[in-house]
């Protein structure tokens, strides 16, 4: 499913620029058990079918830094960055997506041959649920090193704007795809859906709750660690995001299972725009108040999971189709193209 690195990828690509796409290979130390699964993978060319033609002016490469969690691979990241990414990089915009200061050198990045650095942060880091001290000083060095600052929280912006950096909010947004196909309206029937990533720290109580009571279909990866816990669910595997939006107009209730924590509070999912544009009702757990909409046309379930929530539901399903059209058109406000076109005025490029 495409996220905000894809989008951004394709704009610039579109804007005739040479786009290399660096793809992060190892976020965390690699076990062994991961690179029987990598191999596997390669050797029977598992998933080949969502590989995608690339679109011009865009190569995709993979990066080769490791986590910087001892000297070993400290001496490695820079010595890698040093000798091959440095020439790599020679007068390019550098544009990261991952807590990681050896992507431009880190101490060493006076000898950079690169243009500008940009640091967009899309994770509430500070608050990560894994790692969480490694990534803390991790991403309070990015915030130093890198040129530029963009992030897609609205309380994460206000978290750095007491410092002095070149910040920048872009929240999320959504392609025009989107508005080519209607929620399937509501008759009767409630039929919820979830698409995207399901890990662990994921709202599985809320999934549990709507397949228990209303049943749900799930697009899209479900991370190993879960896969025991929802494996009753209706399981409807990967799809190409061209198909999605499509898909997904099929459903009149999309449930965004973010827990209601700290780490959720400070982000801004696409998925939440994206179910704006098809008008269907919105349920969710989590407190996402300052995106603008969330108030008005999501239903946030703040009681406990009891059977006295599934009439909540049906009512405000009931009354969806009234605020239907104003909903969609609240999302035509936040398209990619819009977020990115002020981008461009932001990097000054």
């Known amino acids: 499913m495409d996220q905000r690195h894809h989008h951004l990828a394709r704009f610039f690509a579109k804007l005739d620029y040479e786009v290399e796409f660096v793809e992060r290979v190892f976020s965390r130390l690699p076990t062994i058990s991961f690179f029987i699964k990598f191999l596997y993978k390669k050797?029977?060319?598992?998933?080949?079918?969502?590989?995608?033609?690339?679109?011009?002016?865009?190569?995709?490469?993979?990066?080769?830094?490791?986590?910087?969690?001892?000297?070993?691979?400290?001496?490695?990241?820079?010595?890698?960055?040093?000798?091959?990414?440095?020439?790599?990089?020679?007068?390019a915009l550098i544009y990261s997506f991952v807590d990681n200061t050896f992507v431009i050198g880190k101490r060493l990045n006076k000898f950079s041959l690169f243009n500008k650095s940009v640091f967009d942060i899309i994770h509430n880091w500070w608050e990560f649920p894994w790692h969480n001290k490694e990534h803390i000083k991790s991403v309070n060095f990015c915030t130093k090193f890198f040129d530029l600052i963009v992030t897609d929280s609205i309380s994460i912006n206000?978290?750095?704007?007491?410092?002095?950096?070149?910040?920048?909010?872009?929240?999320?947004?959504?392609?025009?795809?989107?508005?080519?196909?209607?929620?399937?309206?509501?008759?009767?029937?409630?039929?919820?859906?979830?698409?995207?990533?399901?890990?662990?720290?994921?709202?599985?109580?809320?999934?549990d709750f709507i397949s228990s009571n209303f049943s749900i279909d799930i697009y899209g990866i479900i991370d190993p660690a879960v896969e025991k816990k929802i494996k009753d669910y209706p399981y409807k595997g990967k799809i190409d995001s061209k198909l999605l939006p499509r898909i997904i107009s099929k459903y009149n209730c999309i449930i965004l299972p973010y827990s209601d924590d700290n780490f959720s509070l400070s982000i801004s999912p696409a998925k939440f725009f994206e179910s704006m544009a098809t008008g269907a009702l919105i349920i969710s757990r989590a407190n996402f108040s300052s995106l603008p909409g969330y108030d008005k046309y999501c239903l946030r379930i703040v009681d406990k999971l009891e059977p006295a929530i599934c009439d909540d539901i049906i009512k405000r399903m009931e009354s969806q189709s009234i605020i239907k059209n104003d909903q969609v058109y609240e999302a035509k406000y936040h398209t990619w193209s819009r977020r990115f076109n002020e981008l461009i005025e932001f990097l000054n490029i």
């Open 43 to 91: 050797l029977l060319k598992k998933d080949e079918k969502f590989i995608k033609p690339l679109p011009k002016n865009i190569t995709l490469r993979k990066s080769l830094f490791l986590p910087d969690i001892s000297v070993i691979f400290s001496i490695y990241n820079y010595a890698l960055w040093f000798f091959v990414e440095r020439y790599k990089q020679k007068d």
């Open 158 to 207: 206000k978290k750095l704007s007491k410092f002095k950096h070149k910040l920048h909010l872009m929240l999320p947004g959504v392609t025009k795809d989107w508005f080519q196909y209607s929620c399937e309206p509501y008759s009767g029937s409630v039929k919820p859906v979830f698409f995207g990533n399901l890990r662990s720290n994921s709202d599985l109580e809320l999934i």
